[in-house]
């Protein structure tokens, strides 16, 4: 079972910042927080990963809160091509038997 | 100069036949995996090779074999075809077991 919980949908106007929230109330102090999107019938798409310290990349930012429990993806300026469905992921890091567990995620609709 | 392809990218069969969908990625990696995404949309782990070594295989009836000839391919044969094997089902590679490079999908429908 997945061990994050994120809100099934949300809407953002192009343009504006997309924040995508997810709690992850149990996760163990050795295990990372993952963001992957998956745009329509395509194969999911990695975004960030971070352990406690906030993380940037070209694509977003996440925001770990100090006590861990919960986190918020960060698109900046969203477009259109954002719409997808993002998927907030809690994993032991660069383990191999440590497999990447996919919940229901939040279908994020990014409005014109 | 795709990273991560598949073959077929439809599958259209018939219940009781055998079929096999490939998978091939340039990238490098040393592990690769096969995902199935059902009707619901949820995704699931299947198997994951390491230089050609099984390292993870979940709870998937073993009319599913998954055949890593070598570390760029991994490949999925499934027989006796049943409905509910209906799906997409993604291939994808990693390096670091960070970063995973998924596929197009393959998009399976059992008649």
């Known amino acids: 079972d997945a061990k994050t919980t994120q809100p099934p949908s949300m809407d953002c106007a192009e343009g504006r910042a997309a924040n995508l929230p997810c709690n992850h109330s149990t996760i163990s102090g050795n295990e990372y927080v993952y963001w992957y999107r998956q745009i329509h019938s395509q194969g999911p798409q990695y975004i960030i990963h971070?352990?406690?310290n906030n993380e940037t990349n070209e694509m977003a930012s996440l925001i770990i809160t100090e006590d861990r429990k919960s986190s918020t993806l960060i698109l900046p300026h969203a477009t259109l091509r954002d719409t997808a469905v993002y998927y907030c992921i809690v994993r032991v890091a660069n383990n191999r038997d440590d497999k990447i567990i996919f919940g229901k995620g939040t279908r994020l609709h990014i409005l014109p | 100069d795709t990273a991560v392809s598949q073959t077929p990218k439809y599958l259209v069969t018939q219940m009781g036949n055998d079929k096999s969908i490939k998978c091939e990625q340039n990238?490098?990696?040393?592990?690769m995996y096969w995902y199935k995404q059902d009707s619901k949309k949820f995704l699931k782990i299947m198997f994951s090779?390491?230089?050609?070594?099984?390292?993870i295989n979940e709870t998937v009836p073993n009319r599913f074999s998954p055949k890593s000839p070598d570390k760029a391919h991994l490949n999925l044969h499934i027989n006796s075809l049943e409905l509910g094997d209906s799906a997409v089902y993604f291939c994808?590679?990693?390096?670091?077991?960070?970063?995973?490079?998924f596929g197009p999908g393959t998009r399976l429908t059992v008649l």
């Open positions: 994808a590679s990693t390096l670091n077991y960070n970063e995973q490079f």
């Open positions: 990238l490098g990696h040393d592990t």
């Open positions: 971070g352990l406690k």
């Open positions: 090779y390491n230089n050609k070594e099984l390292i």
